[in-house]
């Protein structure tokens, strides 16, 4: 090592990591969904790391954008004051079809009776369901499954 080079060693710790799942159900998006543009729905305050959030909907996008047509807009928002975080997030919007079996692509056997699901649904609320139906788990390919040793209630 010559004399114009210097030694540098560092010490980093590992960022510390949480992991959360919200469900944001809007009801009666009939009454939200011709909001003007910029107006927004708001999430409760959750916490994740200690600190809080929220999710913020906009039905009809955050800014006026020369694009026509359904334009839904969807943003995490730190509330926390005074603070600086990194978060990565993965959002989804569900469009549920309540009552209809259109789309529906997997069944549920539960003491003999039939329960009729969507896995788009599923997976968005689940990260089990997520591993199972779209990983490396033989489920992925099933058309239903049936649960052992329970019963419908």
Same mark, same amino acid.
């Given at each position: ?47 994740? !790391? ?5 999710? *913020? ?11 026509? !047509? ?54 968005? *609320? ?8 779209? !990983? ?18």
């Amino acid at each position: 090592m010559g004399s114009s080079e210097k030694r540098v060693s560092r010490y980093a710790k590992k960022p510390k990591s949480d992991k959360a799942t919200l469900s944001f159900e809007i009801t009666n998006y009939s009454t939200v969904k011709n909001m003007a543009v910029g107006k927004f729905v708001r999430s409760p305050t959750f916490a994740v !790391g200690g600190y809080d959030w929220a999710i *913020r909907f906009y039905p009809n996008g955050a800014k006026k954008q020369q694009i026509t !047509g359904s334009s839904n807009t969807v943003y995490l928002e730190f509330l926390t004051k005074n603070r600086k975080v990194r978060a990565t997030y993965d959002i989804r919007l569900v469009k549920q079809a309540t009552g209809s079996r259109q789309g529906v692509d997997l069944t549920f056997i539960v003491g003999g009776e039939k329960i009729a699901a969507h896995k788009f649904v599923l997976v968005a *609320r689940s990260s089990v369901f997520e591993t199972e139906l779209f !990983g490396e788990m033989m489920e992925k390919e099933a058309q239903s499954l049936t649960i052992e040793d329970m019963q419908l209630a």
